[in-house]
């Protein structure tokens, strides 16, 4: 290494002497780097945020050994449609957090006056002021609890909570847009709230456009709406999920959502597995559907018939893989020789291979690891992974502040995707893993790029060789 050092610092005299001659300018010289290819892991594993999710019925172990990072909850409170929650509602809200957060996993929560049986709408919910009230009671626990709320389905309304059949007349745009701005103001900003219908959100906002690239993962209200669908592939219009239904129109309305969906999160589950599911359920068509739809989360316990079809016509495991984002590196190339207080340059080529890209925000960093003595520098990169579109690949340029008081050495780097939450930072299980083999470090939740670079001293303008302005000064 240091004789390989030695090397270009001897040429950059020459080429300095051969200038002074008339020889190329020394800007033409091109500092060495260190590159390195990447194969991909074709294997399954839990990723936060994302992928198929497991239905709670009081147990979250063994979650993340299923390769499942997400738990779909429900929260029934039909015993407090005439009353205010209890204490021991709250404390079971409470529970399940803080269980999600020990074991290293998410949720998907959903509140809900009724969970009929055999299409029994007769009592779905309760009047507005009464869920108003109980939705600012829970605000607090939402506020607390949010670093482990994937997203919150809108629920509340109706059968399920699934904004349809309300015995309380809650269908109404007042009442519904009244529910969504008290659930939007209970949440942490970062955290989104999901409708079950489409054409709610455009009716609440008062417009048909969907999100654009400008307006997303702002705080504003429409940036802050995903969605949820909960007779995915159940029909040609998913059982009343999309109307109108004729063909122009389903086409527009799934247009709308493949737009939305780069930003906000889309959910939810299959229902159908009769005659007028089967042209939709099979495995290509899901599969187009997912992508074109960019799915992040899918129930894994319903509908089971449809899940065994898949396993059976061998898409589950692709869809197990798919959903969500998937990263996966395929080159990097860094400046070897960067000194303390210059530009540490480099690029790293990525491909996401999910259907859908991370839908909260979550920092990416350059990690610096001393080789003899461990210390860490984290550099902070301006990219945003939210932006990593589904099935798209692109390039990273970096050009990062080497601190000057960064010791000369050998260091290697790393790839850092931690949860901006302070309480889970530090936790593996909530840092992203690249699909890429012999590149996840589990103690760390670090990626290894298997790169090395050498740290000189501090950089010094007069006397040496100018590299390109995307370079680093040696």
Request: aromatic share 8%; proline share 8%; glycine share 8%.
């Amino acid at each position: 290494m240091r004789n390989t050092r030695a090397r270009w610092l001897a040429a950059c005299v020459l080429l300095l002497a051969a200038t002074a001659a008339g020889a190329p300018p020394a800007s033409a010289l091109v500092p060495p780097r260190a590159t390195r290819t990447y194969l991909p892991d074709e294997s399954d594993f839990p990723n936060p945020e994302r992928g198929f999710s497991r239905s709670y019925k009081g147990d979250m172990a063994g979650v993340r050994g299923e390769n499942m990072s997400l738990l779909h909850v429900y929260f029934r409170l039909d015993d407090y449609r005439e009353g205010p929650l209890p204490r021991k509602l709250l404390a079971s809200v409470q529970s399940v957090f803080d269980t999600a957060r020990r074991q290293g996993v998410k949720v998907v929560p959903r509140f809900t006056y009724s969970f009929p049986k055999g299409e029994d709408y007769r009592l779905t919910d309760t009047d507005l002021p009464r869920v108003l009230g109980h939705i600012d009671t829970l605000a607090p626990l939402l506020a607390e609890g949010g670093d482990v709320i994937a997203f919150l389905e809108a629920g509340f309304i109706g059968a399920w909570g699934e904004w349809h059949d309300s015995t309380s007349g809650l269908e109404t745009p007042a009442a519904k847009k009244a529910i969504l701005d008290r659930l939007l103001a209970a949440l942490p900003p970062s955290r989104s709230v999901a409708l079950r219908y489409q054409r709610d959100k455009v009716a609440l906002f008062g417009r048909s456009a969907p999100l654009t690239a400008q307006e997303a993962f702002g705080a504003s209200p429409i940036a802050r709406v995903g969605h949820h669908n909960d007779c995915f592939l159940a029909s040609a219009d998913d059982w009343n999920t999309y109307e109108p239904d004729d063909p122009a129109a389903l086409a527009a309305q799934k247009a709308y959502l493949a737009q939305e969906n780069l930003f906000v999160p889309q959910g939810g589950e299959t229902c159908n597995v009769a005659a007028d599911a089967q042209p939709y359920i099979q495995c290509d068509t899901a599969l187009d559907q997912l992508a074109l739809l960019r799915w992040s989360q899918l129930n894994r316990d319903y509908h089971p018939e449809v899940l065994a079809l898949w396993k059976k016509q061998g898409c589950f495991d692709e869809i197990a893989k798919r959903l969500g984002y998937r990263f996966r590196l395929t080159r990097a190339s860094f400046v070897r020789y960067p000194a303390a207080g210059g530009i540490l340059s480099g690029t790293i080529d990525l491909a996401n291979d999910g259907f859908a890209s991370p839908y909260t925000p979550r920092p990416l960093e350059l990690v610096l690891r001393h080789r003899l003595t461990r210390r860490e520098h984290v550099l902070t990169l301006p990219d945003d992974p939210r932006r990593w579109t589904g099935g798209a690949a692109q390039t990273l340029r970096i050009a990062a502040n080497l601190p000057a008081s960064v010791a000369p050495g050998r260091y290697d780097l790393f790839l850092n995707l931690p949860d901006p939450a302070p309480r889970l930072r530090r936790r593996p299980d909530y840092s992203i893993r690249l699909a890429n083999r012999d590149m996840w470090e589990a103690a760390t939740g670090y990626n290894a790029l298997g790169i090395a670079i050498e740290v000189g001293g501090a950089a010094r303008r007069p006397g040496r060789p100018a590299a390109p302005r995307s370079g680093a000064k040696n």
